[in-house]
């Protein structure tokens, strides 16, 4: 392998970059021109007294000796469950088309503060996403309209009141009985809102319901409509699996229920002494997705490729299962992509029903082939389940297109569009939109749809709904409302429940809607419902899926709910817009896996230079949660870059072109073309460009979210996710907001340490310490004087233990962290100017050729060091260690020396350059531009600070912060336990990042506490390392070596330590 | 004859207290200087007997009283003989006046913590002195010399203090006294910057802490809900209130003004005990603050620690108005954590701490301070 050592960037990776990147200060500071004499800082010593006078004076008069009259508020009549200071949590359900995770939210005194998972649901299982953990800054999102609108001129919505929007809806509905009423939404989960639009459609007969989702998986389920008679995709079992193959399917990302094929992923990648086994993962894809850069072997491939693999695979299983060979399919002219692709069918053959094969393409003839591959190797009814089918996709892009056409040609009257945003998500709906008379937006905000349309009738927002969900067959959340709506808003359905002259309001109809379908075997139905709302999930069969037996067709019609997307079969056939409403026409469309291969066989013999992928970015999502700054400014888990979008390409293949990082091209497919900067991204397949979806928005607010190229502009009607695409380099370069690549924790000599370590199954099936035998060395040199720092037990030594197999790198520690520490938005100025403040930040590093790379996370936060650098340092001991193994941090002691910052080695220490979070009282004083940027998008509004955590200091500018162990939780559980009059228990605690965490990498604790489970990962394992041990700094934080599961023949092993410790 | 004021206090109590107050309006007018305001005396009497009947007479006074006061009458008193009303008014004159004065009603909100004098009006009365002083000095001086001259004395050349024997220790000492002193002062003033001790501002309902805690002997925790269970003690909501002020209408102090207020929040009919729906929060102004970045729980004080109410706020069951007794500052709050004992044996929770009670078994540790288990570390308040 031609490197030897980790790297972070390409930068890094180039000889000489290393020591470039090693420099923490690499402009030039001006001093010297402070100091010449021409320059205009000529301030004497006068100029400097008088300096001093104003200031003290200034200080004296700011600081004047008068407090402020503060006011205190009691409720006037107290809700009983309610006590100020104390959380108070509900069960919930986060949702918002096919993003879909029960919750539980934390509110204080009314105001809802903070997400978790919510662990009583048997798919997520406690895990949560970043986008619901974001969803409540959503809620206090400044953007959100405030009441009904109605269109003007130019796009400038004017107000109106509620009566006025629904007399004029209801005057044109009453006018003429036969009105051509269309409602198009994303993928509806809520049962009860499925009924209310039949409700609706029973008073309306010429209605249909048109679903659609902006990242589609309409192939796959044309694919499964044809194959297995429903229109639904499989729940994913990855914990019953050994060998997992996907084809561009990103399942940790963005790809089905990303939280449960995390939950399932991690199942089966904690190997033990005792059980060294673990699930195999291979990818074939042209971009680095999340799963890639975590899968045992990836492959790069252009998507031509990636098809011609699937074929091929199809033929290597068929051959050996007796299934119809397809033949004719393309070579790879790639002997390892060859070699893996044999590799991973034999292990396929040998797991038959104990292995997985995906694909991410949205394309009916792809996904035939898949579903083909998964049925020879007899995984159906084992690792894919269709008891459980996952109805979290049931959008149709066949629908979508019929519905235009309707608009285009005049044959829709009244177009009611709620939680979505076509105009801006479907290239050419904006223009069939100005073909319908009536066009009514149920949206939060003004977003690209809104502003076309005759009335919006804002929405509430999931935290304030009452709703229900039907995400998998027979599983049920419930959504509840956790505070009481903000603005005047209505919900859609209540709104069709208005308008269709229904009595009941929307709360009722959902009870009563449970009570006769979900609940209807229930004892008492009442009961069960309140037992429901509790726990936020209601499950058929307790959870557990039964396992059922191979045979589709009856294993799914017996477990059919009412609730699948049943075709809306009641329009008369003599409406003109009843086409709209035939599935059956559309099943028809697919016909054998034969057909479908020699129509894949013909996609992917297009010819062309350069292709172009479009993926969902699994943070940030389809673009519904564009105006969220949480999102925009967590990191993507492998580009580490923030607040943009780009086109990522192959470095090697870049450099042939011209193309240099940041540099502009401009993309055109058959569709449409964008413009946007490139990302140099090793790993990237060679010829191929990768574009995140979910940027671009023209019509978030704010122009630090209307950011980046709408890449939903090269979907084709097809809405496929790959297709052929001219470039041409176009004027212009961005400089790109991230982090990690510019702090090197490494230096260029490969005689340091790594500071992540790695070895394979293999190795470590015979030696436990494999990978980490350099640990011993370290260990044996660390003596000290001083007695040793767990030798009194004395009470509390609280650590972490974080396992690096585990880590995905999703970043929703990154999230959640953000929102329970109070941590300031700094925008995407303040980022690439490093100052960036979250406590949590997920290393990426990369070890072999820039071409495939290797990857590693490691989760970096304080260390709490029991031998802290940076609490040596300080002028004035703010920061200084507790009894507990903490390293406090005093905000109100530090006076901003950054001299801790400077000395960690680290680098987790995070300075407020700017008051970010408005925590002092003096107003605009530091109203500078990336101060702007925060007031404009509302940081330091009122509304928007009713999401600050009240048990968490807000930082005032000019001083130091860093991860506090999230200290508030320790001290929160030990008062508890003290009340009760009992001993902590292991478990007591959990960190924010912990509880975020999906795949249960994060593990927190005590140190003292021989039974604990951070005890026995951390002192009692032989995996487990500290990061720079051989500095003698004691960290409280412990990683565990990542084991890859391939050949060590495979993977790269980086060059052992040589020198000796006094070169280290 | 002389009036007997303690007969007329006893009448006073018996008879005219429930609605009348010295210095504060209750169902009735405040009596302190009645006497004044009534031009005739023959009329007052007459008026304290029966004063519907005095009504009749139209006298302009008595009926613009009886419209102020929502044309409630008070009850006529034929057992009064004119000794006993003189008696009573003799009492009203034994009153002070200069409590009269500082009964104004109070108005809503407050204002911030004032010492009972102000140290910088001695400061500058004293700077004024010393100018003075110095002035006079030099006046003198000035004419000591004209006189010399004119006498053609011979006028010894003025030597500069510092130069005159034993005054450079002296201004020595004296620059580093003041020195000290600025420096003391300034320390002083900053670690004061904020602090309210004796802080005692108007509320916007004179609710009395004597009456209810002393008095009445109310538990705190009653209204107090929150004390046992987490950070905030908790201001009692409007309906806590109501629990008891129901049925009781009126108080011994303020009569129903105040608690009018209490039905005007709740929006509670006393006529016929109806609620009327409106609704209106009290803005009660906050007397303990603790800056933004400290945490203070009070279960953690009361529930663990078993520390008594007063302990921090004073002798509350004693103060008709509320105010601040500690100064709330971390010095107050560290020493008390390096003084207190830590009730070790009683709470399981302390279990994990060996070393500790290893040294206690050993003698080596007499008891367990809050000190000792991290309570003057940072991060145990401050994050």
């Known amino acids: 392998m031609e490197s030897n050592t980790y790297w972070t960037s390409l930068k890094e990776h180039q000889p000489q970059g290393a020591a470039a990147t090693r420099d923490e200060f690499s402009e030039e500071l001006p001093v010297v021109d402070a100091f010449s004499g021409d320059s205009n800082l000529t301030a004497g010593r006068r100029d400097f007294l008088k300096m001093l006078g104003f200031s003290i004076t200034a200080a004296t008069l700011a600081a004047s000796c008068e407090a402020p009259v503060r006011k205190v508020i009691p409720y006037v009549i107290k809700p009983e469950d309610v006590t100020p200071g104390i959380a108070t949590w509900y069960a919930s359900t986060f949702m918002n088309g096919s993003d879909w995770c029960p919750i539980l939210v934390k509110t204080r005194d009314g105001r809802p503060i903070k997400i978790e998972g919510n662990r009583y649901s048997s798919i997520t299982q406690g895990g949560v996403d970043t986008k619901a953990l974001a969803s409540v800054l959503g809620l206090y999102n400044n953007k959100r309209l405030r009441q009904a609108m109605r269109g003007g001129e130019n796009g400038k919505l004017k107000a109106t009141t509620w009566e006025e929007a629904d007399t004029a809806i209801t005057g044109k509905l009453s006018a003429n009985p036969n009105l051509r009423i269309a409602i198009l939404t994303q993928t509806v989960l809520s049962p009860s809102t499925k009924a209310v639009v039949g409700r609706f459609q029973q008073s309306f007969p010429n209605t249909v319901h048109v679903a659609y989702d902006p990242v589609s998986e309409h192939g796959a389920l044309e694919a499964n409509a044809a194959m297995f008679g429903k229109r639904a995709l499989p729940e994913y079992r990855f914990q019953d699996c050994q060998v997992l193959v996907s084809f561009g399917a990103d399942y940790l990302g963005s790809f089905g229920s990303s939280v449960q094929n995390q939950k399932g992923w991690a199942a089966g990648r904690k190997p033990t002494p005792d059980k060294p086994e673990m699930l195999r993962t291979y990818q074939f894809e042209s971009w680095m997705s999340r799963s890639g850069a975590n899968a045992d ?137 100005s073909k319908v008379a009536t066009k009514v937006a149920a949206n939060y905000s003004a977003d690209e749809t809104s502003v076309l349309c005759d009335f919006v009738l804002p929405e509430h927002h999931i935290l304030e709904s009452w709703n229900d969900a039907e995400p998998f067959v027979g599983v049920y959340s419930l959504a509840q409302p956790t505070i009481s709506p903000l603005f005047q808003t209505r919900q859609f359905p209540e709104s069709l429940l208005k308008w269709s002259g229904a009595s009941e309001n929307w709360y009722d109809f959902i009870v009563a809607h449970w009570k006769s379908t979900v609940l209807a075997g229930e004892m008492s139905a009442e009961a069960a419902w309140t037992n429901a709302l509790q726990y936020g999930v209601y499950e058929r069969n307790g959870g557990v899926p039964s396992p059922v037996p191979f045979s589709l067709q009856t294993a799914f019609a017996a477990s059919a709910s009412t609730s699948m997307a049943t075709p809306a079969t009641a329009a008369p056939s003599t409406d003109p817009t009843a086409n709209l409403a035939g599935e059956d026409r559309v099943y028809a469309a697919t016909g054998s896996v034969s057909e479908a291969a020699s129509r894949l066989r013909q996609k992917i013999s297009a010819s062309g230079d350069a292709e172009v992928v479009v993926f969902e970015n699994a943070v940030i999502g389809n673009g519904a949660y564009t105006d969220n700054p949480w999102l925009q400014e967590t990191l ?384 009692n394992n032989d995996r487990a390392f500290r990061v720079i041990e051989e500095f003698h700094t004691l960290p409280s934080v412990t990683y565990l070596t990542k084991v890859r599961n391939k050949k060590p023949a495979d993977h790269i092993h980086l060059v052992p330590f040589e020198g000796t410790l006094d070169q280290a | 004859m002389y009036a007997d004021v303690a007969a007329g206090q006893a009448l006073y109590e018996a008879n005219c207290a429930r609605c009348h107050q010295p210095y504060r309006r209750g169902t009735g007018p405040a009596l302190y200087g009645v006497t004044e305001r009534w031009a005739d005396t023959a009329n007052l009497y007459a008026w304290i007997k029966n004063s519907t009947a005095y009504l009749k007479t139209g006298d302009l006074y008595a009926v613009a009283l009886y419209e102020e006061y929502q044309k409630s009458v008070m009850p006529a008193f034929p057992q009064f003989e004119d000794k006993d009303i003189a008696n009573i008014l003799a009492y009203m004159r034994s009153w002070p006046a200069e409590a009269a004065t500082t009964a104004a009603a109070p108005g809503a909100g407050g204002g911030p913590a004032k010492p009972a004098i102000d140290p910088s009006v001695l400061v500058i009365i004293l700077i004024s002195l010393v100018f003075i002083a110095w002035l006079l000095g030099q006046v003198s001086s000035f004419l000591r010399k004209r006189v010399s001259e004119k006498y053609n004395e011979t006028v010894p050349e003025p030597v500069p203090v510092l130069q005159r024997p034993g005054m450079k220790p002296l201004f020595g000492m004296a620059a580093f006294v003041l020195v000290c002193f600025l420096g003391y002062s300034t320390y002083d003033g900053a670690t004061a910057i904020n602090r309210q001790e004796n802080y005692m501002p108007d509320q916007p309902i004179a609710f009395s802490h004597e009456i209810h805690a002393g008095a009445n002997k109310i538990d705190c925790r009653y209204c107090h809900t929150g004390a046992e269970k987490g950070k905030s003690a908790v201001i009692p909501s409007m309906n806590v209130c109501m629990n008891c002020h129901y049925d009781v209408k009126e108080g011994k102090q303020y009569g129903t003004t105040e608690i009018a207020k209490i039905y005007k929040a709740v929006g509670f009919n006393p006529e016929n005990n109806t609620y009327t729906g409106e609704q209106e929060p009290v803005e009660w102004v906050r007397i303990h603050n603790l800056a933004d970045h400290v945490y203070f729980n009070h279960a953690q004080h009361t529930m663990v620690g078993g520390i008594e109410c007063q302990t921090c706020h004073g002798p509350v069951q004693e103060m008709e108005v509320m105010y601040q007794y500690q100064s709330l500052s971390m010095g107050w709050c560290i020493n008390c954590h390096r003084q207190t004992e830590v009730n070790f044996a009683a709470n399981d929770f302390y279990g994990d701490y060996d070393q500790l009670h290893q040294d206690l078994a050993s003698g080596k540790l007499d008891a367990v301070h809050v000190s000792d288990i991290g309570g003057a570390e940072c991060q145990k308040c401050h994050y």
């Not at chain 1, 608009?407 to 979505?420: F, H």
């Not at chain 1, 260690?881 to 987790?908: D, F, W």
């Not at chain 1, 249960?1000 to 002192?1019: K, M, P, R």
């Open chain 1, 297 to 433: 072997y990836r492959v790069p491939l252009t998507e031509r490729k990636v098809g011609a693999a699937l074929l091929q695979l199809h033929d290597l299983i068929a051959a050996k299962t007796g299934g119809p060979a397809l033949g004719g399919a393309p070579a790879l002219n790639d002997e390892t992509a060859e070699q893996r692709l044999r590799a991973a069918s034999d292990e396929l053959l040998a797991n038959r029903g104990t292995s997985a094969v995906l694909c991410g393409m949205n394309d009916a003839d792809a996904q035939a082939v898949c579903n083909s591959i998964n049925s020879m190797l007899g995984n159906y009814g084992k690792t894919l389940r269709w008891d459980r089918a996952s109805l979290l996709k049931q959008g149709s892009d066949a629908r979508l297109a019929e519905l235009m056409n309707d608009m285009k040609a005049g044959k829709v009257d009244l177009l009611l569009i709620n939680g979505c945003n076509p105009a801006y998500d479907v290239p050419g709906f904006a223009e069939a939109l």
């Open chain 1, 636 to 1019: 993507d888990s492998i580009t580490k870059v923030c607040w943009d979008n780009y086109a990522m390409v192959n470095p090697g293949w870049a450099r042939e072109q011209g193309l240099g990082d940041g540099d502009h091209v401009k993309l055109t497919t058959s569709a449409g073309s964008i413009t946007v900067p490139v990302l140099l991204q090793p790993g990237q397949a060679k010829g191929t460009f990768a574009v995140a979806l979910g940027y671009g928005r023209t019509a978030t607010g704010h122009p630090s979210t209307d950011n980046g190229a709408n890449a939903y502009k090269l979907l084709g009607a097809d809405r496929n996710s790959w297709g052929i695409v001219n470039w041409s380099k176009e004027a212009g370069n961005t400089e790109f907001a991230r982090n990690q690549v510019y702090d090197s924790l490494f230096d260029d000599s490969k005689k340091k340490r790594p500071h992540v370590k790695e070895t394979t199954l293999e190795e470590y099936a015979k030696d436990p310490m494999a990978g980490n035998r350099d640990r011993e060395e370290i260990l044996v040199h660390l003596k000290s004087f001083y007695p040793d720092r767990f030798a009194n037990k004395n009470g509390f030594h609280w650590g972490m233990a974080v396992d690096l197999n585990a880590c995905i790198g999703c970043g929703a520690c990154h999230v959640a962290c953000q929102s329970e520490n109070n941590i300031p938005v700094v925008g995407k100025k303040e980022m690439a100017r490093k100052h960036d403040m979250h406590w949590i930040r997920i290393d990426r590093y990369y070890a072999g050729s820039e071409d495939n790379p290797e990857v590693v996370f490691q989760p970096m936060m304080c260390q709490h060091c029991d031998q802290a650098p940076c609490e040596n340092v300080c002028p004035v001991a703010a920061t200084n260690h507790s009894s507990e193994g903490l390293n406090q941090m005093a905000y109100n002691r530090c006076i901003g020396t950054r001299y801790c910052a400077n000395n960690c080695p680290y680098k987790v220490r995070r300075f407020n350059w700017f008051d970010y979070m408005g925590a002092d009282s003096f107003g605009d004083y530091n109203d500078m531009d990336p101060m702007k940027q925060g007031k404009e998008m509302g940081q330091l509004s009122d509304l928007t600070r009713m999401v600050l955590n009240p048990d968490v200091t807000v930082r005032s500018r000019g001083v130091m912060e860093k991860c506090s162990f999230c200290v508030q939780r320790i001290q929160e559980s030990k008062l508890a336990a003290k009340m009760d009059g009992r001993p902590m228990v292991d478990g007591d605690i959990k960190t924010a990042c912990q509880t975020a965490c999906a795949t249960g990498a994060i593990t927190f604790g005590n140190l003292f506490d021989n039974s604990s489970q951070v005890y026995q990962l951390s002192e």
